[in-house]
Structures are given as structure tokens and as C-alpha cells.
């Protein structure tokens, strides 16, 4: 069989002429086997950018609700700061220092721990090069730092409504 260059035909029907005149051979488009696979790696980078968002979205929940339990376990702290004499706003000053230096410490050590990991699993799994993207890093922390921020801010400052409230009670007990 012999194909004169025809700019009719492109080459897929060229390759389609071809098989069905040669059975035994088999053919493959690579520029189209190369788009199919582009397009999957887009798909599932897509797919690990959604998770790796949702699993952050997911440890700073869990990261409230333990500041959570642990601002409404500290009451005894807070009572014996009262004893001792601080002002709301001293406790309040001195809760939000010490949760906000545990998070900070914590989202910064999460971020190295997870950027030594993702180099780890690239380096000696897939031999290959990682590179770090600065901006993605800055928008993780500052996006995990301001729920950290927001939350300490909304916890403490209602564990201080609370004392204050139960002070103008009379109740001695916070």
C-alpha cells in the first residue's frame, strides 16, 4: 500500500487507513497519548492541591477545638491568676501570649516538618527535584496563623466575659 502525501487527510485518518489495510500492525498517537496524560497529571495535581487544603482546614479545626478544651480546662489557672491579683486584662494578655507563642511554634514547625517530608517522599521515592514554592508556603502559614490568631482572641476573650461576669455575681468561683 503506498500513501501519496495527501493534505486532505490528517494523521489520524492516515493512521486509521493504515491499520485497517495491515491488521497485524498496531499504532499509537503519541501527541494524542501525550495530551491524555498531561491532562491526567493536571487532574490529580488538582486533586492533591483539594486534599492537602482540606486536610489544613481540617488540622486548624482540630487545633481550635483542642484550644478550645484547653481554655475551658485552664479555669483553675484562671482562678488562681484572679487570686493572685491580675486584672481580666492581665489574664486575658497573659493566655493569649502563651497560646499564641504555642502556635506560632507549632504552625512554623508543622511547616518545616511538612516541606522536609514532601522533599523526602519526591527525593528518594520518585528521584526527582521538589520545588518549593515560597507564596504557597506564606499563604498556608499566614492562613493557618490568623485562625490561630482569631481563634486564641475569640476563646480568651470569652473565658474573660465569663470571669468578669461571674465576679459581678458574687460567685467565687470561676
Known amino acids: 500500500m503506498t500513501l501519496a502525501k495527501d ?3 490528517g494523521p489520524t485518518e492516515i493512521q486509521t487507513l493504515v491499520t485497517s489495510a495491515f491488521p497485524n500492525i498496531t499504532s499509537i498517537n503519541v501527541a494524542e497519548t ?3 496524560v498531561a491532562e491526567l497529571v493536571g487532574k490529580l495535581a488538582l486533586g492533591l492541591k483539594l486534599a492537602s487544603r482540606s486536610t489544613l482546614a481540617l488540622g486548624v479545626l482540630v487545633f481550635l477545638l483542642v484550644l478550645l478544651f484547653q481554655l475551658v480546662s485552664a479555669r483553675a489557672d484562671v482562678q488562681q ?3 493572685l491579683g491580675l486584672t481580666p486584662w492581665q489574664i486575658w494578655s497573659f493566655q493569649t501570649l502563651s497560646y499564641g507563642a504555642l ?3 507549632g504552625t512554623w514547625i508543622g511547616a518545616v516538618l511538612a516541606i522536609a517530608v514532601s522533599w523526602a517522599i519526591v527525593f528518594f521515592g520518585f528521584d526527582g527535584r521538589i520545588e518549593i514554592n515560597i507564596l504557597a508556603i506564606l499563604q498556608i502559614w499566614t492562613m493557618s496563623l490568623g485562625a490561630s490568631v482569631l481563634g486564641i482572641g475569640t476563646l480568651s476573650f470569652r473565658e474573660i466575659k465569663n470571669a468578669r461576669n461571674q465576679l459581678e455575681l458574687g460567685s467565687g468561683q470561676l
Open 81 to 83: 491568676l484572679r487570686m
Open 103 to 105: 502556635s506560632v511554634i
Open 34 to 36: 501525550v495530551q491524555n
Open 7 to 9: 493534505q486532505t487527510r
